[in-house]
Nanobody, 123 residues
Framework: QVQLVESGGGLVQAGASLRLSCTAS????????MGWFRQAPGKEREFVAC????????YYADSVKGRFTISRDNAKNTVYLQMNSLKPEDTAVYYC????????????????WGQGTQVTVSS
């Protein structure tokens, strides 16, 4: 069956960096656009970034533009989220999602979700 497994979360201070990874199995990874989303307590899940199947296009939420970078390695079935200059408002559970369509990944279009990884940024 399809599995997406996130890793790399943790507790850091403001200004620090983290790199999240999401490794997929049970699907043809290069056939899916991949997205990162996050959900803070009491809030809706929100879009963070996404990348098309071959990595040719990336998209970011305004709140993370210039600080976060999404990338993928299709040979490793893995998508990454490099997060720099972290802020307390980045605190959330981060989820990766796989979307077989090749446009901008939206929460409503995700076919498969990972279980999430916690990112906590202290001030």
């Amino acid at each position: 069956q399809v599995q997406l497994v996130e890793s790399g979360g943790g507790l850091v201070q403001a200004g620090a960096s983290l790199r999240l990874s999401c490794t997929a199995s049970g699907l043809t990874f290069s056939s899916y656009a991949m997205g990162w989303f996050r959900q803070a307590p009491g809030k809706e899940r929100e879009f963070v970034a996404c990348i098309r199947r071959m990595g040719s296009n990336t998209y970011y939420a305004d709140s993370v533009k210039g600080r976060f970078t999404i990338s993928r390695d299709n040979a490793k079935n893995t998508v990454y989220l490099q997060m720099n200059s972290l802020k307390p408002e980045d605190t959330a559970v981060y989820y990766c999602g796989a979307d077989r369509a090749n446009g901008v990944v939206r929460a409503t279009s995700v076919d498969y979700w990972g279980q999430g990884t916690q990112v906590t940024v202290s001030s």
